[in-house]
Each structure stands twice: as C-alpha cells, then as structure tokens.
C-alpha cells in the first residue's frame, strides 16, 4: 500500500461502562491495518492525575508497563506491542497529570505571556499538541489515540474536548472516532438491550462528537435488525455499527472484527485503500493454538503478593499463553498467594501437588518475602522448574545463601535494613535518589551471557537487552560465596558490575533474572525464557505422567 500523504488519526473512546477492551481493540485494529501494510502506533491518554502510573499500587492500577526508553506507563501499552510487535515509547501514554505538569511549568517560566491560564486553551491545547507529537514524527501513517475512562467522566472531558477539536481541524478524511459500547443480554427476558449504548452515544453528541463507527460488544451476535436499531438511534448506518462477541481469546478479536469488515470500513472512511486479500493465517493459527492445543493442559504456580488482583502480573499471563502456544500446550495458571504459604494456610504439598512448574513474581516491600522463600526452597530441593523475575530472583539469592551457604538471616536491606549479610542490597547509583516517582533503574539495558548456561541455551546469544525496573541487586560482596557453593551468575552487565541473571547448573531448571522478559514477550515472538521454562516444566508433567501410569503412556 502507497504510503498516505497526511497522517490519519483514529480516536478510540468507550462508553457504558469501563474495562469493556477499548485496548484489546485498538491493538487488534492496529494489527489488521498493520497487515494491510500501514505505518501503526497506538498512544493511550489517561484521565488520573498521577504524572504516571509508577507509583500507583498494583491494586489500583494493575501491572506498570516499561517501554525500552524507561517511561513507566499503562498495561495498556503491552497490548499495542504484543499485537503490533513494534516497541513504544514515553511519548505513548500521556496521563492528565502530565498535561497539568506540562502547564504548570510553562505558567511559571512565564510563557503565556500573563494570561489566566484556564481549561480552555491552554490545557486543552496541551493535550492537542500531545495527541499531535507521534504523528509530526513522519514515521507512521495512522495514529490510534485510546481516551481512557468512560464518556460521561468529568475526568475524561479534556481529552474529548481536544479530541472534538482535532476532528474539526483535520476533517473527515483525516479524523474519526470508534465509539466502543456494551449491549447487555438480558438473560430472563432473552434480549439484546441497545438502550445504555444509545445514552452513550448521547453523552458524545452533547459534546459535539458523532462518533463515525461504533462496536458493540456483547454476549450474543448481534442480528441485523439490532444493528438496524442501533444505527437508527445513534445517526448511523447499519454497515456502521460494528458487533464484537465475546471470544475465547483476545487474539481471536482481529479475526472477529476482519469478519465484520472493521479495517475496510476505517480505511474507506479515511479516503484510504483497502488490500482486500490481507492474509491473517499466521493470527488463524496462532488463535487455533491457544483454543486447541494439541498436548493437553500444563499447570503452573505464579507465586506472588498481588494474587487476588491478576492484572498485576497481566504480561506475565500473555507470555504464558504464547510459550504455550509455541509448546502446543495451553498454560494454566494457578495464583498463589505467598502470604498463605508463610502463614502456613497451605502446606507444600498441597501448593504443589499438580504443579508442573513456579513461578516467583515481582513486586516491592517485605509483605509475603519469607513464604516466596520457603516456596523457593521446596522446587529448589525438588528438582521442580523455578523462574524467578526481579524480586523473585533476589528471593533466590537469598534462599541460596541461607540454606546452601550457611549465611544465617541473610536477606535484602529492602526488608531489613541492619541484616548481618545483605545479599541483596540497593544500588550505588539509587543511595542518593529521594523522590520516588520515575526515579528506579527503568527502561532497556544490555546484558552479557555466559556460553554453556541455561540462559545462552535459551536465547543462543551473548548479548541481549531487557527492560528494568528495580532499586535493589545483588551485592557483589556476596558473588564469590555464592558462586562457591554452586550459584552461577549467567548474565551479567557489560561492565561485569551488575549480576542480571543467575541459575543453579544441578537443577533441571532454576533461573532468576533482574529484568522483565515478560515486557518482551509477543504474539508472534514468543520470548526465550518462558519458551524453555514451559518446555521443562512440560517434560516434567510428561515424566509424573509416565510414571503414575506407564502402560498408557508406552501405549499413547
């Protein structure tokens, strides 16, 4: 496809209620036009008022999402790049926090000249400029804008104020807005409510938006004289009202909206080509995989502190479902809460009983350390398959140096500032740092594998570069003691000053590492490490399997 002369802007804004998948949409319509041959990004605008999300509680917000150049942003963001397989940027996730600095700081160096600074225009010419910045870059060909919140928000109203203004000044053919809404079905009365979805749009015409498309997500298909009815009372077409079903998978949403002809519809609307044979077979496959796996079920512990909320560890459940995926098993992830293994509420043998593998989460603070500890010990000692991702690898650390170098209460001065041996201590560079917002060691760094180790056979290369983002690392005071007793440390920075990586060679498959391959990790790109930490806890089953059974398993 012939590259367009001017950049088309697509608003993605959602209505009804929220966490209804306005960034599962806008990544899989990226994804579609993307296959179409177009020049994608995807930005997210947040409503709060925190400059980030970075210090935000995982039960607020969910897991916070680092992109290569260290800007701490929404989970929305690892939907854009697993779909898209492109890398995002600060420049991806503004919040109105950040908009509000943004103004502040240009009032005090008195660059408006003495004017009252108000909504109206310099907040709202702020957001427009933001919402600008991606596509004056010259690299992309559309820019999807995800407006976080629900229409009808007084926190959202900005951002579709600035929104309604840039649709004025760009016109039709450059601007639109994918209106997404819920059609509730009524379950005792065996109906498709169009009503909450009409309000919505109601809510946008109040402001000065006609929304050019809209999708409708809902439990059941919607018939053609629901569409009808729909487009009827929101000054639409029916080719304009767009439905999407529930699906299995959420990387089955753009084969669903390639069968309602969303990417042709968008690409008409902006005065743009449509290929009309876009192969989506590696999607076909990919989404038959997950639905279907071929060899069963594999279960898998995530040992955590945010249990109870999964979007805390949400990349971390996607790259499971692609390491899955290229091991033609479907992981089951089992949450386990490390609290109730310290306080005893569950013994190991019941936590492992049809456990294949563990996985030891990140996180911050002392809360649950000593029950991901003790989990740490019993794979350790069991020759289960362990994965330990930033604090879950320096609980290993810690693990190895009080049970198998006899360092009495070792641990990190995270936990315990006075402990005898710091294992785990925090970094030079983060000794002086005060303020706690976008201050940890955040973003791409490179690190340099060691031949002949676990990690150099699961990425068969000696430098990589992952994404941070912590405070704390193993002390070096340590290394040698560590290494002794049978600790390697497999990766390491290009310096040799900083430990990335560490694994236990005796073990079937125990590996820690300080970064987050999770962040990594895409549809068609499964990441090496979950790619081997699922083959070796698939083997694992494979062998409880045989044993319990061996006649069926000679025979199968």
């Known amino acids: 496809m012939a590259r367009t002369k001017s950049v088309k802007h697509i608003f993605v804004t959602g209505g009804v209620v929220s966490s209804l998948g306005k960034g599962i949409l806008s990544a899989s319509l990226g994804a579609l036009l993307k296959e179409q041959g177009l020049r994608i990004t995807i930005q997210k605008f947040d409503p709060y008022i925190n400059v980030d999300p970075g210090t935000m509680s995982p039960y607020q917000h969910g897991e916070v999402y680092v992109t ?245 560890y949400k990349s971390i459940f996607e790259a499971f479902v692609h390491a899955g995926a290229a091991n033609d098993v479907k992981v089951l992830v089992k949450l386990m809460r490390s609290e109730d293994v310290e306080d005893g509420k569950m013994t190991m043998e019941e936590a492992m009983r049809d456990v294949a593998g563990v996985l030891v989460a990140p996180g911050f603070g002392h809360r649950g350390i000593e029950g991901k500890i003790q989990m740490i010990k019993y794979v350790r000692e069991h020759n289960i398959p362990f994965f330990g991702i930033c604090l879950g690898m320096q609980c290993a650390v810690i693990e190895f140096a009080r049970h198998k170098c006899g360092l009495e209460g070792a641990n990190s001065t995270e936990f315990q500032k006075r402990t005898k041996h710091p294992v785990i201590d925090m970094m030079e560079s983060q000794k002086s740092v005060k303020e706690k917002g976008g201050t940890m060691r955040l973003g791409s760094y490179p690190c340099v594998i060691a031949e002949g180790t676990k990690a150099f056979e699961a990425y068969r290369k000696l430098l990589i570069t992952e994404r941070h983002r912590h405070r704390f690392e193993v002390n070096n005071a340590y290394r040698e003691i560590l290494q002794q007793h049978g600790l390697v440390f497999s990766g390491l920075s290009p310096d040799g000053e900083l430990v990335e990586m560490i694994e236990i060679p005796s073990h079937r498959w125990f590996v820690g590492v300080q970064f987050h391959p999770e962040l990594k990790s895409r549809v068609h790109s499964v990441h090496p490490l979950f790619n081997a930490f699922v083959a070796e806890a698939k083997k694992l089953r494979d062998e409880k399997i045989s044993r319990e059974s061996p006649k069926e398993a000679i025979e199968a």
Not at 136 to 161: C, R
Not at 172 to 187: D, F, G, Q, R
Not at 210 to 228: G, M, N, T, W, Y
Request: net charge negative; hydrophobic share 35%; with cysteine.
């Open 68 to 312: 290569d150049d260290g800007a701490e942003t929404d989970l929305d963001l690892g939907y854009y790049e697993r779909f898209l397989d492109v890398s995002t940027s600060q420049a991806n996730n503004v919040t109105m926090g950040r908009i509000y600095k943004n103004v502040i700081d240009k009032e005090r160096r008195g660059d408006y000249l003495g004017a009252t600074v108000q909504v109206v225009p310099h907040v709202i010419d702020e957001i427009k400029m933001r919402m600008m910045e991606l596509a004056e870059s010259g690299k992309y060909d559309v820019v999807i804008t995800e407006i976080g919140g629900t229409v009808g928000d007084i926190e959202s109203q900005p951002f579709l104020e600035a929104m309604r203004q840039l649709k004025l000044h760009l016109g039709p053919k450059n601007a639109m807005n994918i209106h997404l809404t819920l059609v509730p079905y009524i379950k005792s009365a065996s109906e498709l409510k169009t009503k909450p979805t009409q309000h919505s749009v109601r809510l946008l015409l109040e402001i000065g938006v006609q929304p050019d498309v809209l999708v409708c997500r809902s439990e059941k298909a919607l018939s053609k004289e629901i569409k009808h009815k729909i487009g009827l009372f929101c000054n639409l077409s029916d080719t304009d009202v767009v439905g999407l079903r529930d699906a299995e998978t959420i990387y089955e949403v753009p084969l669903l909206l390639h069968e309602e002809k969303l990417d042709a519809m968008v690409l008409r609307k902006l005065g743009m080509k449509s290929n009309s044979q876009v192969d989506l077979s590696s999607w076909e496959e990919f989404s038959h995989k997950v639905k279907f796996p071929k060899d069963g079920t594999l279960r898998i512990a995530l040992v955590g502190k945010y249990t109870e909320y999964p979007d805390a």
